[in-house]
T-cell receptor, first 115, second 113 residues
Framework: DTEVTQTPKHLVMGMTNKKSLKCEQH?????MYWYKQKAKKPPELMFV???????INESVPSRFSPECPNSSLLNLHLHALQPEDSALYLC????FGTGRTDTQYFGPGTRLTVL | KQEVTQIPAALSVPEGENLVLNCSFT??????LQWFRQDPGKGLTSLLL?????REQTSGRLNASLDKSSGRSTLYIAASQPGDSATYLC????????????FGAGTRLFVKA
């Protein structure tokens, strides 16, 4: 099973709302990632968790708050977003630091629209 | 700072043609390079991953090569089919800075039936 699941598929929120994106994998991967992808642009790395600890934060605004409650789950908490934050948010996972091939497997994404 | 470039930006070919997509990167100190395909509005599907010590990888009609010293990778697609129509992205990963991944802008491929 090489599946990464993401919920919800679509999300519309106002600038004052608080919402969360969820990502789950059961491949035994110990690295999980959040990417942001604007239309017709490549994915841009936001955060990386390795062994449930935040290892990369690409200078992302604090209105995005990641959380990794266990090795299978990754959340992205959203608060006071701006319309320019509207994008496809992609989650990925891979092996990390084990000597095994660390192919990144991506979920289908959450299409976020901020009004 | 690593920069990843993909040429061409778009490509339209008739069905059955063999084609080559190019990816170049400025910093050769990479950990691996991965090729993905992305259908419109969807997530990324991994095609091939080449470790820095490898020269090529093959999967079915796909062959990816890596020349780390010159900062280049190519994705060869044999006997293209309309179902191959998608955006193809290459991504390089470093072994420093937390294994950061940087994507190229992609090549949009259209295979005509």
């Amino acid at each position: 099973d090489t599946e990464v699941t993401q919920t919800p598929k679509h999300l519309v929120m106002g600038m004052t709302n608080k919402k969360s994106l969820k990502c789950e994998q059961h491949m035994g991967h110990r690295a999980m990632y959040w990417y942001k992808q604007k239309a017709k642009k490549p994915p841009e790395l936001m955060f990386v968790y390795s062994y449930e600890k935040l290892s990369i934060n690409e200078s992302v605004p604090s209105r995005f708050s990641p959380e990794c409650p266990n090795s299978s789950l990754l959340n992205l908490h959203l608060h006071a977003l701006q319309p320019e934050d509207s994008a496809l948010y992609l989650c990925a996972s891979s092996h990390f630091g084990t000597g095994r091939t660390d192919t990144q497997y991506f979920g289908p994404g959450t299409r976020l629209t901020v009004l | 700072k690593q920069e990843v470039t993909q040429i061409p930006a778009a490509l339209s070919v008739p069905e059955g043609e063999n084609l080559v997509l190019n990816c170049s990167f400025t910093d050769s100190a990479i950990y691996n390079l991965q090729w993905f395909r992305q259908d419109p509005g969807k997530g990324l599907t991994s095609l091939l991953l080449i470790q820095s010590s490898q020269r090529e990888q093959t999967s079915g009609r796909l062959n990816a090569s890596l020349d780390k010293s010159s900062g280049r990778s190519t994705l060869y697609i044999a006997a293209s089919q309309p179902g191959d129509s998608a955006t193809y992205l290459c991504a390089v990963r470093h072994n420093t800075g937390g294994f950061k991944t940087i994507f190229g802008a992609g090549t949009r491929l259209f295979v005509k039936a």
